[in-house]
């Protein structure tokens, strides 16, 4: 079976496997990638494609600078079975509902989640984790587009969606995510605190949040973290030093009105084209098709 991501995020990268599988290092067919890095997981979409599909690999890190993201990963890595009987009793208490009882269950369920965000301690996992990784996956299923956003305080801010059946709890995908985290290891934290575990047999996806393609469509606030063009730049430092120790870089991002930005940034680097629907956006005649860019060092 297909492993897919558990949770969907804006610019996840599961209907461009195939377009960006084009461009993997060629080392990775002939075994010569041992440590698999991606420092931006997000939904990952490609760290479960390469986990699954490349068994020479014999190391996988993965990080977030986003908090929920490591509790939800940590989770399905350690307590998969706990989650999936707590999401399974949402999942039938949430469905039973009118759609008057579901808006007041989502919208009571959010203000819980967005009030305990400062009591879940990140150095110790317990029952917390679990309970918050199912509110997090709950909140992603049924809200508008499946969209992850925090106001400047951090909380969960993204309005209910309409959806008639949504899939809550998939059970045998979450199984299939936690075997493949039960090898990995999984980071919260900055981009850069990855150095440490890179060699000349390392392949890192870098997958960072997009510069936006206009002042009121910024899907940067994923974490309270702002990602600005000084960031970007810095991350470009970042994959120069790295390009230093010899091993393989890979990085995407949105080429529209952003394309002389990013061929400045990486002038001495390989730049290729995809194609991409950009699906979130409540206009639904703007969610058209735009180029998206792949950075190489190799």
Not at 100 to 128: A, E, P
Not at 264 to 277: G, M, Q
Request: proline share 3%.
């Amino acid at each position: 079976m297909m492993i897919k991501p558990f949770l969907k995020w804006a610019g996840g990268k599961n209907k461009l496997l195939s377009q960006i599988s084009h461009f993997f290092p060629p080392e990775l067919e002939n075994g010569g990638i041992k440590t698999y890095i991606e420092p931006f997981v997000g939904g990952g979409a490609i760290f479960l494609h390469l986990a699954s599909s490349y068994q020479t690999i014999e190391r996988l890190f993965i990080s977030d600078i986003n908090p929920e993201l490591y509790i939800a990963y940590k989770t399905i890595q350690n307590h998969v079975d706990e989650l999936i009987a707590m999401l399974s009793s949402i999942e039938n208490q949430y469905l039973s509902l009118s759609e008057i009882g579901r808006k007041d269950y989502f919208y009571q369920l959010r203000r819980q989640f967005n009030q305990c965000r400062n009591n879940v301690d990140l150095h110790y996992q317990n029952h917390k984790w679990i309970e918050r990784t199912a509110q997090l996956i709950f909140l992603n299923q049924t809200c508008f587009n499946g969209l992850f956003r925090v106001n400047s305080k951090g909380e969960f801010n993204v309005p209910m969606g309409k959806y008639s059946q949504p899939r809550i709890c998939n059970a045998e995908n979450l199984c299939s995510v936690s075997l493949i985290l039960e090898n990995t290891f999984i980071y919260q934290g900055d981009f850069s605190m990855c150095e440490k575990f890179v060699d000349n047999h390392t392949f890192i996806y870098l997958d960072p949040p997009y510069k936006p393609i206009s002042k009121t469509s910024n899907f940067t606030s994923y974490s309270q973290h702002k990602f600005d063009d000084l960031e970007q730049l810095r991350l470009r430092d970042f994959f120069k030093l790295i390009d230093s120790k010899n091993s393989k870089l890979l990085l995407s991002n949105s080429e529209f009105n952003n394309y002389s930005f990013f061929s400045n940034a990486y002038s001495n680097y390989r730049i290729e084209r995809i194609r991409a629907n950009r699906t979130i956006n409540s206009n639904i005649s703007k969610r058209n098709t735009v180029n998206e860019i792949l950075i190489m060092n190799y």
